[in-house]
């Protein structure tokens, strides 16, 4: 049986040991983005046109189609090689999509009250594959590696349990009475 396979649009990179797919709409960053994140120490898969496969009901995983391998084009930059620039280790061939961060320009990012507390944070199918996926707003304000790093490690401890916004709101209801 062939495995089914997507083509999607974005940026496909390894932050912290844990596949993630930047997406947006054209223009909005995704490459310049990535490319501070390998200079930060972390791995391009595939930019533009990641080609993601379905190995088992629980699992996707994504590469790079072979005439964009080890290439990423940055907005004023041009097309740069990324081993040639920053090492082998650069990038890598192959990951598992974990998580989804998708880049929004912040004057159409819309949070609820609870959302401020907790992110914006959803599910998206891939290949009929569940992933979790977080909406990061794009501002000049924000320096967005240091927030794809951290939105990685906030889904990180979530995977293993722990929700530190769930502990902020405990804390508060303890500290004004509610659980005393």
Do not use: W
């Not at 054209?26 to 972390?42: P, Y």
């Not at 990038?91 to 912040?106: F, H, R």
Request: net charge neutral.
């Amino acid at each position: 049986m062939r495995s089914q396979t997507e083509t999607l649009h974005g940026v496909f990179i390894e932050v912290l040991d844990l596949g993630v797919l930047l997406e947006g709409p054209s223009g909005i960053g995704k490459s310049g983005l990535a490319l501070e994140l390998v200079s930060r120490g972390h791995k391009l898969i595939a930019d533009d046109a990641p080609e993601f496969h379905r190995c088992s009901s629980t699992t996707v995983s994504g590469t790079c189609p072979a005439p964009l391998q080890d290439f990423i084009a940055v907005f004023g930059l041009g097309v740069l090689n990324i081993p040639a620039m920053f090492g082998a280790d650069a990038v890598k061939k192959t990951s598992q999509l974990q998580l989804l961060i998708s880049l929004v320009p912040a004057n159409h990012f819309k949070l609820t009250e609870d959302g401020r507390l907790k992110g914006s944070l959803y599910q998206r199918s891939v290949l009929g594959v569940e992933i979790s996926a977080i909406k990061l707003p794009v501002t000049a304000e924000h320096n967005m590696a240091i927030m794809v790093e951290n939105a990685i490690r906030n889904h990180k401890l979530r995977v293993a349990g722990y929700n530190a916004a769930e502990e902020f709101i405990n804390n508060q209801r303890f500290f004004l009475g509610g659980d005393r």
